[in-house]
């Protein structure tokens, strides 16, 4: 299959796993985040990391969409949904992630409220025309990727004169995410997860390199990347999310550390361009605004790294058409998600990672979607922590 048959070839991923062998220097690290969800379930489903040498790490970052979600957003649907009896439409993971007292958006469903799940903006749209005695609330989550569906949605609600249509939005950001990471101050945790490597003169976790998005810079292109060079003096390999996509943009960034450089490389060139998709673009800043802030599970309140519904649009929105109060609600205490998130711990660090925790049984968000470091690392690596397997051929020069 054109595009995927090439991606996924055996030999060429270990003839990049030994160039990227030969290059790294031993006697350094290499700390790398993969910010998408995206790439921690293909490192996972693929076993990229027992590729590696031992000193170039993979270290998980936040984008996985429902992973960010906090609970107190998953709390408010659930609310809207119990409370103002209104028809909740969301993704199918959106509904397993835990919320306050037990809940989730599929428990709340059993318990009578009306919960649907739908694969696009445009079933919510269908429900929405077809039952006008019914309120219906989409539940909008995810990054720039899934933000456009939402806007072309609204757009067409509004055409339609549609008045029992309503977006509860919860779209992220990705710059200011990766801001968040790279600007956090150093906490306890980080300095503890990082001993033993060099401190970062910027304060925040200790990385080489960054491999950015595939799918959300398909829409925004690569030029918004191009403040990490500038402001933290971090390499960014835009790469897709086939293995050896991923083999590649590692090879990249090693190269772009071991030359002193900083700069945007673009791994995935059949896809994304450095303007992006101008008309998705235009749409999107139409339809939106950005929120003034929004805490992000993990990451915390961030500002400006979320969006609302614009003043033209505003007659959609969900938060003005059902009001309840925003509450932030803590973690389970015994969910390690928000350091997974930030980088700063793995899923084996989880206490209740494969025992309390599943993915039929989730306690936390990242064990909830298949991009979830926890559940990806679930599925594809748990039993590489007993056997520590490693592919030593990779490491031959
Ligand atoms: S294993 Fe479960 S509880 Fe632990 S960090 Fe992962 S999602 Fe959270």
């Known amino acids: 299959m054109k595009y995927i048959d090439e991606f996924r070839d055996g030999e060429l991923a270990r003839n990049l796993a030994r160039h990227i062998a030969a290059a790294a220097d031993p006697a350094r690290p290499y700390r790398f985040m993969e910010f998408c969800g995206g790439h921690t379930h293909a490192i996972a489903r693929y076993g990229l990391k027992a590729l590696l040498p031992p000193n170039v790490r993979l270290i998980h970052g936040p984008g996985c969409p429902v992973c960010v979600l906090p609970i107190g957003r998953v709390d408010q649907a659930i609310r809207m949904a119990l409370e103002y009896e209104v028809t909740l439409c969301t993704y199918g993971d959106c509904l397993r992630v835990p919320a306050s007292n037990g809940l989730s958006l599929l428990k709340a469903k059993a318990r009578g409220a009306d919960v649907r799940m739908v694969y696009s903006t445009q079933d919510a749209l269908a429900l929405a025309q077809r039952h006008p005695e019914r309120q219906v609330v989409f539940f909008a989550i995810g990054f720039e990727t899934t933000t456009p569906p939402t806007a072309v949605a609204i757009a067409q609600a509004q055409a339609l004169g ?24 150093q906490t306890p945790e980080t300095a503890s997860a990082q001993a033993g490597a060099k401190a970062d003169p910027q304060g925040g976790l200790a990385l080489d390199g960054m491999v950015g998005p595939a799918h959300v810079s398909t829409v925004i292109g690569s030029a918004p990347y191009e403040f990490v060079p500038e402001r933290y003096g971090k390499p960014v390999v835009i790469a897709g999310f086939e293995p050896l996509d991923m083999l590649q943009a590692i090879l990249m960034l090693v190269r772009q550390v071991n030359d002193g450089r900083a700069e945007v490389e673009n791994e995935f060139t059949r896809a994304v361009t450095r303007q992006g998709n101008p008309k998705a673009q235009a749409l999107v800043a139409r339809i939106f605004t950005l929120r003034p802030e929004f805490e992000w599970r993990g990451l915390g309140t961030l500002p400006a790294s979320a969006l609302m519904l614009s003043p033209a649009y505003a007659g959609f929105d969900a938060e003005l058409r059902f009001p309840l109060p925003y509450t932030p609600v803590p973690d389970h205490k015994a969910c390690e998600c928000g350091a997974i998130l930030r980088g700063v711990k793995e899923p084996r660090d989880c206490k209740v990672f494969g025992s309390v925790c599943t993915p039929d049984n989730p306690l936390g968000s990242c064990m909830v979607s298949s991009e979830g470091a926890c559940a990806a690392h679930y599925t594809y690596g748990r039993y590489q922590d007993l056997g520590g397997m490693s592919h030593p051929e990779a490491h031959r020069p």
């Open 162 to 185: 549609l008045g029992n249509f309503s977006v509860l939005c919860c779209h992220v950001l990705t710059p200011a995410a990766i801001i968040g990471i790279l600007g956090a101050a």
